[in-house]
DNA sequence: AACGATACGGAGCGCTGTTCCGCTTTGCAA
DNA sequence: TTGCAAAGCGGAACAGCGCTCCGTATCGTT
């Protein structure tokens, strides 16, 4: 906890204090707002929030999704840790698979409107979407590797078009309550399964 | 054919000839603006293509989504026929399920960015999204439930929160190579599969 | 204390959607 | 044919957004 964690510069350590003070307070005035109004909610706010103008926020954050990432940086990294953890203590690599796929989507329809923002539509979001795909992608692929071995699901699916289709499934969740993304999302994974024989070897 | 299409008031019909003449071209500048830059095109931009002020645009289409029901009436329409439709061709219903999902989803993606406005995040867009639901949920319920009393389905599942789930698969289909949204929507649909058993009518 | 480097604030630009109202066109009626 | 409401039109103008830019204030070092 300090001054280590960088990653896409934007916490990287600018010399003076009152830069460094600045970057915590936005930091915490953005986690507020995302809660509040959602990750797209105005640059203004955001800097009115914590106090400081707007030229402040760009110099700090030059992109929203450089904000973005800085703001969820440590639960996207729990949730990467997580995946290694899961294949371990779970029965079988499906299980790990299901329960996995089940926190990153905890994650996504907890935060307001970050489903949302993760789509590489805009160019905006590029660096968003990379950064979040290149931390998790790899452990998707593990778990979909490991339950492919264990032959489980059917294999050639790769983790970023599963971690995709797992995003957009949690796009407008709670915005509609007759729309349960979890739901969808535990379809989508069921959908992964061998569909005959079941040929898991030890299937319980 | 022609007067007769109204629904949302916007096509229902202008007594003035010029009224009329300038929603066609309207309808048309619109459509081919989707086509070149999306459903999100600038209001000005449709306008200017059109030849007509802003004004206009907005009299005869009050909100966007007006607007873009109205540019695509007619293939909702079309694949709303369709269901029953391949209810009677198909040989199972499961199999016209999966067809019939693949319309839809056919008719998403190549709609550039419609799906990504299906969603009622934006109030603003809240009756298109009603519009296109109110008359496709109905056909995607009637094929739900002929697969699931056929046995080859899991029960349970509501027309409205597949075709969410499926709209929300499309978004931002073609923007990434290794994104391919048709083959997540096969893995939803594959997902509804009795797990086991394979279901033939057999347990009915 | 003084001074250069660093960081700050917010006015301002450009681009959206949307409204509003003076002017034009239309079609009916005299 | 002509006159005249009423219907329709156009685009200036307003509001909200992201983002830039630069004169000014602050920091920390000499």
Redesign the interface.
């Known amino acids: 906890m300090n001054a280590s964690d960088q990653g896409t510069g934007s916490t990287s350590g600018p010399k003076r204090k009152d830069a460094r003070r600045n970057q915590r307070t936005l930091l915490d005035a953005a986690a507020a707002a995302f809660v509040d109004a959602g990750v797209e909610a105005p640059v203004r706010d955001i800097a009115a929030r914590a106090g400081v103008g707007m030229g402040t926020i760009y110099r700090h954050f030059p992109t929203r999704a450089d904000l973005i990432i800085a703001v969820y940086r440590h639960q996207v990294d729990a949730c990467a840790e997580a995946g290694p953890a899961l294949l371990e203590s779970s029965p079988t690599p499906y299980a790990a698979l299901e329960e996995w796929i089940g926190l990153f989507t905890d994650f996504l329809v907890t935060k307001h409107?970050l489903a949302?923002v993760l789509?590489?539509?805009n160019p905006q979001f590029e660096t968003l979407h990379a950064s979040f795909l290149d931390r998790l992608v790899p452990v998707c692929d593990q778990l979909l590797d490991a339950a492919a071995d264990h032959g489980e699901i059917r294999p050639g699916?790769?983790g970023?078009?599963?971690m995709?289709?797992v995003g957009?499934?949690?796009?407008?969740a709670g915005?509609?309550p007759?729309?349960?993304a979890r739901?969808?999302v535990?379809?989508?994974?069921?959908?992964?399964?061998r569909?005959?024989g079941?040929g898991a070897p030890a299937d319980r």
């Open positions: 409107g949302a789509q590489p539509d699916y790769a970023i078009e599963l995709r289709g957009n499934l949690c796009i407008g915005t509609d007759r729309y349960d739901r969808m535990a379809l989508l994974i069921a959908g992964l399964r569909p005959a079941n």
